[in-house]
């Protein structure tokens, strides 16, 4: 596993709780539960730095990460995504959103086009993007984020036919592959789940053994975000595993959690104040990261 990405995820899942902010040396500690050395670590926090997700402070000898506004930012829309069980329901309106960016300009439209797809948005034809969630506001900062103005026009629509609204999703995402990582998702994580819940309960796992596989089972949970749009109900197929997938994320992530959560606190106190919001496990609303 990318060590980037897996800071990604120590932050959305964790360190966001305790206010955001990690010392470098409790970060490495957390990461060598995954084979990640001290160099990759500092390499790749560098890196997010730079990138404007993390800021860097120092408070004596020691250097401290704290998330951004852009970063916390994103936490807070992709944890409303990942640790929603049940589709909102639809307004019964397409959003839609067209550009023509220029050739010398192809970078911007390379990271637009990722950020869409992040979003929830499908392509139904090359600049035309189409989306069933109420996604003006994110839309909104796009367009700003990558002054783009001049070059985009953005719809909020209903479809008139001649086709069924079931037409365009399937023109705009391939529904069929997508339930197939559901399944391959939940062939491999129902039978780890049985087999850790017959673990704890036995006092046979050790706190930094669940604070490993909650990790893990976030960090893969949430590649769906790159996948699935999150379409309403009412647009989704009738043997659809988003749903069956969900439950068995929210159920499997609940019985490892306080254990995760000790184990974490053991190695982030070591330099850092804890300062924690409570967390109620059955709720399941952590703010989470996807990068």
Known sequence: MNTRSMIFTLYGDYITHYGSKIWIGSLIRLLNEFGHNDQSVR????????????????????????????????????????????????????????YT???????????????????????MSNSF?????????QVKDLIEKY???????????EYKGPHENQRLVEKSWDLVEINAKYQQFISEYSQKYIIDKNKIQKGSMTDAECFVER??????????????????????????????????????????????SRFFESVFKDGNEIKHKDVDYNVMDHPYILE
């Open 215 to 260: 990790t893990k089972l976030v960090h893969e949970y949430r590649k769906f975000l790159f996948f699935d749009p999150g379409l309403p109900e009412e647009l989704l197929p009738e043997k659809w595993l988003g749903s069956h997938a969900a439950a068995l994320f929210s159920e499997y992530y609940k019985e490892l959690a306080e254990p995760a």
């Open 43 to 98: 390499a790749a926090i560098s890196r997010m730095n730079k990138q404007g997700w993390v800021q860097a402070e120092k408070i004596g000898n020691k250097s401290y990460y704290s998330l951004t506004p852009r970063g916390q930012k994103r936490i807070a829309e992709a944890g409303k995504r990942i640790f929603k069980l049940k589709p909102e329901e639809w307004d019964g309106k397409w959003r839609i959103l067209m």
């Open 101 to 123: 960016i220029p050739e010398e300009i192809r970078n911007v439209r390379d990271e637009l086009r990722k950020e869409l797809i992040w979003s929830g948005f499908g392509s």
């Open 129 to 137: 993007w189409i989306s069933a969630n109420n996604l003006e506001r």
């Open 147 to 157: 002054e783009i103005e001049q070059y985009v026009d953005f719809f909020v629509a």
